[in-house]
Nanobody
């Protein structure tokens, strides 16, 4: 069955960095849109970054210039490098995936597959 396995996250001081990783398993194709969505307590869910196999990553305005999304296409793994973190970045970060390619953006509301989430806390 389809599964998203996340790793990384944790606690860091403002200005620090963290790296999140996510592997998509249980699918044959390596063309899925994959990305990260975050949600903080009392706030709406926010798409952070997303990318297809052969496209450029797209980012939420709030993280542009600080976060970098990369992808190992041979293994359906994505990495989110988060630099210059601020307390506003504190949230549960969820990895998500979907067969879509043309609608692959962080604010895509139709991701079919979700990970369990990993907590990022910036103090």
């Amino acid at each position: 069955h389809v599964q998203l396995v996340e790793s990384g996250g944790g606690s860091v001081q403002a200005g620090g960095s963290l790296r999140l990783s996510c592997e998509l398993t249980g699918v044959v194709a390596h063309t899925h849109c994959m990305g990260w969505i975050r949600q903080a307590p009392g706030k709406e869910r926010e798409g952070v970054a997303a990318m297809t196999t052969d496209g450029e990553p797209t980012y939420a305005d709030s993280v542009k210039g600080r976060f970098t999304l990369s992808r190992d296409n041979t293994m359906n793994i994505i990495h989110l490098q988060m630099n210059n973190l601020t307390p506003d970045d504190s949230a549960m970060y969820f990895c998500a995936a979907d067969p879509t390619t043309v609608r692959c953006r962080p604010d895509y509301g139709g991701f079919a597959f979700w990970g369990q989430g990993t907590q990022v806390t910036v103090s």
